[in-house]
């Protein structure tokens, strides 16, 4: 769950060092590894970039931070490694030449680069370079967030540049992922025809952009179909580096190259569950069953209907009960959630789903 900013965050936050991440299985078969970007996965010193697998880390530990050049930054400082570091560049544009770097210098051998962009995230900020380019909208805030957006296309062509001039984009894999839906509200993004935004578990916040591409290897200009999740990602890539899995990994993702070269023609996942707070929901095929906080439990056909408009919970009590008892069957093999908002208890708040299964320490292997 979201911890909140750095100084306001639950101060148990982080991803726990008993987890084995991508880099660090990349990093055990010879790759060099690199992370540029937004960090947000604790602040402790054996929680950061550096002892989780990354050879080298430029960036920000926390979930947000300023774009334009600030001698104190309350979010937090801009960090090579370790070590703080004053940026004079436009922060879009100084992970864009970060990033560039590292494939550089990083040519003859294997790579994993982790470039996760804070664009378009608050705060809104941008250079007269990108909102010169959009100075026939009149709404300040929406043209800002164009710029914003702007820049970011320009920094990942910048990266995809770099990969051809070396002539190595036909022997690398590439993702391309939203974290999550807009919050419009606060940056005017949209998320039509999806209903909900970022922090909701509708569509409009956990349905977003997702390509692929490894040039010779899948097919271009394809779109699939098939329900995938930014959890498939880990298994995926490291099947392409070469690797097995050992036996004991417990991972929810699936390698999707078979699926996506068209050599396996089934669904990838028959089921798909989400776990945020005080909210779950679980996709089953074209059903949805969604859990809000202090809601009763919606259903929706996302075939029929994908802005969760109509909700078939009460014409469909049987299909209701199924989805639900499939949920509960996972969460039941989930650990119970390690942090929540610093605070939440105190306001009487609990960051525990309803209704609660039973809670193993460890998920048991599928």
């Known amino acids: 769950f979201n911890p909140g900013p750095?100084?306001?965050?639950?101060?148990?936050?982080?991803?726990?060092?008993?987890?084995?991440?991508?880099?660090?299985?990349?990093?055990?078969?010879?790759?060099?590894?690199?992370?540029?970007?937004k960090w947000h996965l604790g602040f402790k010193p054996e929680m950061q970039p550096v002892k989780r697998g990354f050879d080298e880390f430029f960036g920000f530990l926390g979930g947000a931070h300023s774009y334009l050049p600030s001698p104190s930054d309350q979010r937090g400082s801009i960090l090579r490694g370790t070590e703080p570091v004053a940026e004079t560049e436009y922060l879009t544009e100084a992970l864009a030449r970060e990033a560039v770097s590292f494939i550089a210098r990083h040519q003859r051998e294997p790579f994993f680069l982790y470039l996760p962009f804070n664009a378009v995230h608050a705060p809104m900020q941008a250079t007269e370079k990108y909102l010169a380019r959009f100075d026939g909208i009149a709404d300040t805030k929406r043209r800002t967030?164009?710029?914003?957006?702007?820049?970011?296309?320009?920094?990942?062509?910048?990266?995809?540049?770099?990969?051809?001039?070396?002539?190595?984009?036909?022997?690398?894999?590439?993702?391309?992922?939203?974290?999550?839906?807009g919050p419009t509200p606060q940056t005017t993004s949209r998320n039509n025809p999806l209903r909900g935004t970022k922090?909701?578990?509708?569509?409009?916040?956990?349905?977003?952009?997702?390509?692929?591409?490894?040039?010779?290897?899948?097919?271009?200009?394809?779109?699939?179909?098939?329900?995938?999740?930014?959890?498939?990602?880990?298994?995926?890539?490291f099947a392409a580096a070469g690797g097995n899995l050992p036996g004991e990994a417990k991972l929810d993702g699936i390698d999707?190259?078979?699926?996506?070269?068209?050599?396996?023609?089934?669904?990838?996942?028959?089921?798909l569950y989400w776990r945020f707070g005080d909210q779950c929901a679980i996709r089953k095929g074209d059903w949805k069953l969604v859990r809000l906080r202090?809601?009763?439990?919606?259903?929706?056909?996302?075939?029929?209907?994908?802005?969760?408009?109509?909700?078939?919970?009460?014409?469909?009590?049987?299909?209701?009960?199924?989805?639900?008892?499939?949920?509960?069957?996972?969460?039941?093999?989930?650990?119970d959630p390690r942090w929540g908002r610093a605070g939440a208890r105190k306001r009487g708040r609990r960051q525990r789903l309803a209704p609660k299964g039973r809670r193993n320490p460890l998920r048991k292997p599928d």
């Open 256 to 271: 999707l190259l078979p699926y996506l070269t068209g050599k396996n023609t089934k669904t990838p996942h028959d089921r």
């Open 294 to 335: 202090g809601e009763s439990a919606q259903l929706y056909n996302l075939k029929e209907d994908v802005g969760e408009k109509n909700d078939l919970a009460s014409p469909n009590p049987e299909k209701l009960k199924e989805l639900q008892a499939d949920y509960d069957e996972w969460n039941a093999d989930l650990m």
């Open 199 to 237: 922090a909701k578990v509708l569509e409009g916040g956990i349905r977003v952009p997702f390509m692929v591409q490894w040039k010779g290897r899948l097919p271009a200009g394809k779109t699939y179909s098939k329900p995938v999740i930014s959890l498939d990602i880990h298994p995926t890539a």
């Open 6 to 37: 750095q100084g306001q965050d639950n101060p148990d936050f982080g991803l726990p060092p008993t987890e084995t991440v991508l880099p660090e299985r990349l990093k055990s078969i010879g790759y060099a590894t690199g992370m540029v970007g």
């Open 145 to 181: 967030f164009a710029a914003m957006l702007s820049a970011l296309d320009d920094a990942v062509g910048a990266v995809l540049q770099k990969l051809r001039e070396l002539k190595l984009e036909e022997n690398t894999l590439i993702f391309f992922i939203s974290d999550n839906g």
